[in-house]
């Protein structure tokens, strides 16, 4: 079992920036990243790394948002820079782990709302 602990979010202006946060305990993990959901639309991949270092972004992200991780930590921060309103979503941490087979765990999501 994978316990994941997600911090940061809130509400912040258009073109400001943001730096969400979420930290394993419990099993090793493999790729952990970031999701999102606005209200009325499918849960969407933003960003999301590698236990190597390798990285993938939405292209809506793309240039804005960096994920990074800390393996000795356990942690992964999405800094999100020039956020735009369509960024207002609740944004959930996940994280692989390989078991007997693969398993998928999630933070409990934490708000981003860019308004002004």
């Known amino acids: 079992q994978v316990q994941l602990v997600e911090s940061g979010g809130g509400l912040v202006q258009p073109g400001g920036s943001l730096r969400l946060s979420c930290t394993a305990s419990?099993?090793?993990?493999?790729?952990m990243g970031w999701y999102r959901q606005a209200p009325g639309k499918q849960r969407e991949l933003v960003a999301a790394v590698t236990s190597k270092g390798s990285t993938n972004y939405a292209d809506s992200v793309k240039g804005r948002f960096t994920i990074s991780r800390d393996n000795a930590e356990r942690t992964v921060t999405l800094q999100m820079n020039s956020l735009k309103p369509e960024d207002t979503a609740v944004y959930y941490c996940?994280?692989?782990?390989?078991?007997?087979?693969?398993?998928?765990?999630w933070g409990q999501g934490t708000q981003v709302t860019v308004s002004s």
């Open positions: 419990g099993s090793s993990v493999n790729a």
């Open positions: 996940y994280a692989d782990h390989l078991g007997t087979t693969w398993e998928q765990f």
